[in-house]
């Protein structure tokens, strides 16, 4: 088993229920899921005309290889409704793998670890509430956060959403 980090994301429709939806599924698909953050409500990246987000990072252990995982997120995020219309736009869901272990993949559709991570106060604050050991070349995510421009947009939105069983 390895262990996984995944961050998930909506701010379309019902995004409590989307994200809860997806934990669901994933548990489902051979994702044992052990940790999951509170959610925060944050403002869109990049493009910028559309609703603001909820997020989650969930700490998890998979028997999965990082491509039969990505196949099963690609697959519940397509259940979910959701849409690749415009790059970074509105989504019922959006799950991404942040970390896989020690593992290293740089491919065009699988980047591991998470290629933006490291600069997106939206997925390190909730991967610090789960794992505040977590390092990035030595330096631990309470700094990496400290240092963020954007970490202020990050609202806590509810605490205790998802029952880990």
């Known amino acids: 088993m390895t262990d996984i ?4 994301g909506s701010n379309v429709g019902d995004r409590e229920g989307y994200l809860k939806s997806a934990l669901i599924k994933l548990a489902k ?13 944050t403002e869109p990246v990049g493009y910028k005309e559309q609703g ?3 997020n989650a990072v969930v700490q998890a252990k998979t028997k999965l290889k990082p491509r039969e995982l990505l196949k099963i997120i690609n697959t519940v995020e397509k259940e979910l409704g959701r849409e690749r219309v415009i790059r970074w736009g509105p989504r019922t869901i959006d799950i991404d793998i942040l970390l896989y272990g020690d593992v290293t993949i740089n491919d065009d559709d699988l980047k591991i670890p998470h290629e933006r991570m490291w600069e997106r106060a939206f997925v390190l ?3 610090n509430d789960i794992d505040p050991n977590i390092t990035n070349d030595g330096v631990k995510l309470s700094r990496i956060i400290e240092m963020l421009p954007d970490k202020e947009g990050v609202k806590l939105y509810k605490m205790d959403w998802y029952k880990v069983v």
């Open 5 to 8: 980090y995944i961050s998930i």
């Open 29 to 41: 698909n051979s994702v044992i899921i052990e940790k999951v953050s509170p959610i925060y409500e």
């Open 52 to 54: 603001r987000f909820l």
């Open 125 to 127: 604050v909730p991967l």
